[in-house]
Each structure stands twice: as C-alpha cells, then as structure tokens.
C-alpha cells in the first residue's frame, strides 16, 4: 500500500541550529501538506502545495520557516534557527485532487522536532 | 473562515460500551466535515467522511458519525469499544472548491478504554 514517507522520524536540536524535514507524497498525489502538531493539539496548517506552487502559507512563519517542492513531487521544510517554541511533531499529508472536496488526506508517520 | 470545536478532551468508556465524541463547526455554507484518528506516535488516518447527501455516515472500524445541520454537529459514534479504539480523534472540517481551500482540524479527543 503507498504510503507517505518522512524523514528524519527524530529530531533533536539545539536553539539557532538550522533543522530540515523531507516529504515524499504517495505517487501521483498533486496536493501536499505541512502540518505542525503541538503535544495536545490538533494539527495546524503551516503550508499546501499544488503541484510545485504555493497556494497557502499564511500560517507560516516565514522569518524562520520555508518549505519548497521543487519539481512538484517531494518537498522540504526548513528551520532557520529554531526555537523552542518550535518542538513539535511536523506531519506531511498529500491527497490526490485539488480542495478538500478530494476527501482524504493521506498522512505521513511524522517528524518529531525536540529544540533544546 | 471555518472552525472546529471538541468540547471533550479526554473521554474512558468500558470495553463493550458505546461511544459519542463531539464535533461542532463553524461556517456559512454546508461544509465537508472529517473524522480521523491518531494512534500514539503515528500519523492521521481518515475514519469517514461527509460531503453532501445522507447525514448519517459510516467509517472503518465501525465507526458512524451524524450530522445534523440545526445543531452544526457532526459526532462521531461507536456501538460496541473495542480496546484497540484507545487513540486520539481530531474532526476536521474543510471549505472552498479551489486548490486554496484547506482543512482545519480540532484539537482532539483522547480516548481511553476501560478493561
């Protein structure tokens, strides 16, 4: 069964220290997601793609957060320098349509960041 | 802009008892509303789902969820608990037909199972 496949699944660091998250999205999948979840919350949209384009990063802070998917399929999210505020588990997720009309969304095991 | 509210934080039933979560949302329109569930230290995985048509739903799991537009729910519901349900559940709701539209989730529901 496709699955999405993140990486590092750990991550521990120190504040200021740059820190980066890699995504691979089921095949085929046009949409990507970064959500950032912290410990008993629900997840909270950072950044969507289509295909290699932004469509909404309002909630990213983006004095220290970027995301790219360069060639429309993988995508990378950078820290730079992270806080502690920023501790937290990142879940990539990826569906196949454009708009939530798509229906499900297909997470990612996540990427647990510890700022220390 | 929509918005999702779980009123529970933390619900124990017994193993073999029914089961309701709570959802409420917020938006102008008829929204498209999710129930998913998060096993400890795993990513989201979708339960069921409602877009338009019958407002009684069933998921995986059997799991089954209503909504009702009069009181903007959309509680999710088991039968009979089984002790693998023990995780946490987030309802999601999401608007917009375009490619910006997204899905906003709530802060969840633990829920602990009971021997």
């Known amino acids: 069964e496709a699955e999405v496949a993140q990486s590092p699944r750990y991550k521990i660091t120190e504040k200021s220290q740059a820190v980066a998250f890699w995504c691979d999205p089921i095949s085929g999948h046009a949409t990507l997601y970064w959500y950032r979840q912290i410990l008993g919350q629900g997840p909270e949209l950072l950044v969507q793609?289509?295909?290699?384009?932004?469509?909404?990063d309002s909630q990213l802070p983006k004095d220290r957060f970027s995301a790219e998917r360069l060639k429309g399929v993988d995508s990378t999210l950078k820290i730079q320098p992270a806080e502690l505020g920023d501790s937290a588990m990142y879940l990539c997720?990826?569906?196949?349509?454009?708009?939530?009309?798509?229906?499900?969304?297909?997470f990612g095991e996540g990427s647990r960041l510890t700022v220390l | 802009a929509q918005s999702v509210t779980q009123p529970d934080i933390h619900i124990t039933v017994s193993e073999g008892a029914s089961l309701e979560l709570r959802c409420n949302y917020s938006?102008?329109?008829?929204?498209?509303l999710f129930w998913y569930v998060q096993s400890p230290g795993q990513g989201l995985q979708l339960l069921l789902k409602y877009f338009s048509g019958d407002t009684l739903v069933q998921g995986i799991k059997g799991f089954e969820a209503e909504f009702k537009r009069s009181q903007s729910s959309f509680n999710l519901r088991k039968p009979s608990v089984h002790w693998s349900d023990a995780a946490e559940y987030f309802c999601?709701?999401?608007?917009?037909?375009?490619?910006?539209?997204?899905?906003?989730f709530g802060s969840g529901t633990r829920l602990s199972i009971r021997p």
């Open positions: 999601a709701v999401g608007a917009g037909y375009s490619s910006a539209s997204k899905i906003i």
């Open positions: 997720a990826s569906s196949a349509g454009t708009g939530v009309n798509t229906g499900e969304l297909f």
């Open positions: 938006y102008g329109a008829t929204p498209y």
């Open positions: 793609f289509q295909d290699e384009s932004v469509v909404d």
